[in-house]
């Protein structure tokens, strides 16, 4: 579905990063775990067309996303959910989620995704005519999931979801990322918390300065010796 090929991306002289390749197979939960500025983020801003990588390349069914336009890539089935929630303030929730579906002509199927979005955010639904700017961390965060998925994505982005939430609340939005994941939605996971990720990851990659230095299953990596030192606390 998703494969990346010798990337390189550069911020003036400095390579964030290092030729890194890997891929995502339709239906899987991929993990992308790694310490601050390893380099989780930019690699995720070059796949969704927000940065301009140096080199290598970045297919979505074959199609290079490097030579489509940013504007485009939305409208070929990839969703990011930015780190930090970035909702749109000042807008109610219910506007929130059809800004997520802009890009699209099909009313019934816009609204039959309302419907289940609502189905796996219920808390949305009850907030619909509120200020997103007023909900929680933990709603906020809810509402760019689903405004990510009224764009009926085939492949959802999702960097540092778990950031600045209760654990309570970190357990909930795992559950509804692999209640995403087997309604259909293929998921690349970029996570502090590797813990938590490598717990519902069926495969992950860890970065480390630009470069992925171990690749396995989520439950291989969680086992791993050097990823429990690093990354596990122990």
Avoid: C, W
Avoid at 75 to 89: D, I, K, T, Y
């Amino acid at each position: 579905m998703l494969k990346i090929e010798n990337l390189k991306v550069r911020y003036g002289m400095i390579e964030a990063i290092k030729g890194i390749s890997f891929e995502i197979n339709d239906g899987e939960i991929v993990a992308l775990i790694g310490a601050n500025g390893a380099g989780k983020t930019t690699t995720m801003h070059a796949i969704s067309g927000l940065l301009k990588p140096a080199e290598g390349s970045i297919k979505l069914d074959g199609v290079d996303l490097i030579k489509t336009p940013s504007s485009k890539i939305i409208s070929m089935g990839l969703a990011q959910v930015p780190e930090g929630r970035r909702v749109f303030a000042q807008q109610s929730v219910a506007d929130n989620l059809a800004l997520g579906a802009y890009s699209r002509k099909d009313k019934e199927g816009i609204q039959k995704d309302l419907e289940h979005v609502y189905e796996l955010f219920p808390r949305l639904k009850e907030r619909e005519k509120q200020l997103a700017g007023t909900l929680s961390g933990g709603e906020q965060q809810m509402l760019a999931m689903a405004r990510a998925l009224m764009s009926h994505p085939k492949i959802m982005l999702l960097d540092e979801p778990s950031m600045g939430l209760s654990p309570l609340l970190v357990k909930e939005i795992f559950r509804i990322i692999e209640d995403i994941n087997k309604q259909g939605t293929t998921v690349l996971l970029v996570e502090q918390n590797a813990k938590m990720a490598l717990a519902i990851a069926d495969r992950a990659y860890v970065l480390e300065t630009g470069k992925i230095t171990l690749e396995g299953t989520g439950a291989e990596l969680a086992a791993s010796e050097q990823v429990r030192k690093a990354y596990l606390g122990g």
